[in-house]
């Protein structure tokens, strides 16, 4: 299973996981120009490393996540959260064109909650006890 989800990340890396990341990590850039917009950066930069390489890892709702992940995912989703969404339904419809890339607009789609509401969240491995939490598996 291992070398599925290595042979899966190398395919998405090549296809569309590099230009995914690459938007997240402009976002983050442009969220880290004012102070009080730094923590959308570092959730952006954490998405980047997520849209990198994410067959066999998954996001998890955090505990303890309150009132300022909502009203900052609220914030997100207006400025940065629906470009990537886009980026991530686009990429999905082009590689839904072939038979090889059908479980990688799949696993596009998989993200684009995690693209419009990415506060809140934290990324595990595949085989991390999640107890009740609600997970976004890729893979």
């Known amino acids: ?23 997240y990590v402009v976002a983050g850039v442009i969220c880290c120009v004012l102070i009080i917009t730094i923590p959308f950066g570092l959730a952006a930069f954490r998405n980047a ?23 900052g995912n609220v914030i997100w989703l207006i400025v940065a959260g629906w470009w990537l969404a886009l980026g991530h339904l686009m990429t999905a419809i082009c590689l839904a064109i072939t038979i090889i890339g059908i479980p990688l607009a799949w696993a596009n789609l998989k993200l684009i909650p995690v693209a419009l509401l990415p506060l809140g969240k934290e990324i595990v491995p595949m085989g ?4 009740t939490a609600r997970t976004y598996a890729v893979a």
């Open 128 to 131: 991390h006890p999640v107890g």
């Open 1 to 23: 299973m291992e070398a599925m989800r290595t042979l899966l990340n190398v395919i998405w890396l090549v296809l569309c996981g590099f230009w995914m990341a690459v938007g």
């Open 49 to 71: 490393n997520f849209a990198l390489w994410p067959f066999g890892r998954t996001l998890v709702d955090r505990p303890g996540a309150g009132a300022g992940s909502v009203i």
